[in-house]
């Protein structure tokens, strides 16, 4: 079964520096994989997918993630963080069948301090 | 402007009460789900449908209910076999041609008296 580990529960960041935001998918074939950000009380909004081809991604407000198949990872990275951008990051991979059902990860909580 | 609406964004629950949220899309997308979201849980699937009049259990389908009349609407009923019942309700939809997208509503957030 498909599963999908995000080992930060809450990462807190200056406005300004680096952000990386780590998951790990198991999954026995190519996956498809999502990252998702979520503000307090809302939705999901879509930041990015892979599902195949160039194993880096480029999505919006200036978020970028890489496959990385050896490792089974698909880790979220932006160089320099926008006090914007405090909010909850879940990662999810796709599962095969008859349906584009997800399987998310637990989440990471971002804290941006100024 | 295209999009998914839930409704209401509160709703409260009686001991013993069936409730039902709401779910709307005007972006002509075939396949829509209920997501189940416990803080440190993400998001759990409840049930999904990929057409009109048929929809499929998904990992925590016990004590909710479905329909899919119309093609824009998905509700979920929150039934008294549901123990515990408060959470954060989010609906979702694609357009299920192949692997596809989905793009979800702004929740409810049930909560029992």
């Known amino acids: 079964a498909q599963s999908v580990t995000q080992p930060d529960i809450h990462i807190t960041v200056s406005e300004g520096a680096s952000l990386e935001l780590r998951c790990n998918y198991s999954?026995?074939?190519?996956?498809?994989l999502f990252w998702y950000v979520q503000s307090p009380g809302q939705g999901l909004q879509l930041l990015l997918k892979?599902?195949?081809?160039?194993?880096l991604v480029q999505g919006i407000k200036g978020f970028e993630a890489e496959f990385k198949r050896s490792q089974s990872s698909f880790n979220l990275r932006k160089p320099s963080v926008h006090w914007s951008d405090a909010a909850e990051y879940f990662c999810?991979?796709?599962?095969?069948?008859?349906?584009?059902?997800?399987?998310f990860g637990t989440g990471t909580r971002l804290q941006v301090t100024l | 402007d295209g999009g998914i609406t839930q409704s209401p964004k509160y709703l409260f629950r009686k001991e013993g009460q069936n409730v039902t949220l709401s779910c709307e899309q005007n972006?002509?997308?075939?396949?829509m789900y209920w997501y189940r979201q416990d803080p440190g849980q993400g998001l759990r699937l409840i049930y999904y449908s990929q057409i009109v009049n048929d929809f499929q259990k998904g990992d925590i389908a016990e004590g909710y209910s479905v329909s899919r009349e119309k093609k824009e609407s998905f509700p979920l009923t929150v039934t008294s076999a549901q123990k515990n019942p408060t959470a954060f309700y989010l609906c979702?939809?694609?357009?299920?041609?192949?692997?596809?997208?989905?793009?979800f509503g702004a929740g409810t957030r049930l909560s029992v008296l």
């Open positions: 999954y026995g074939a190519t996956p498809y």
């Open positions: 999810a991979v796709g599962r095969t069948g008859t349906a584009s059902k997800l399987t």
């Open positions: 972006l002509n997308h075939d396949a």
């Open positions: 892979y599902f195949s081809g160039d194993t």
């Open positions: 979702a939809s694609s357009p299920d041609r192949g692997f596809a997208v989905q793009y």
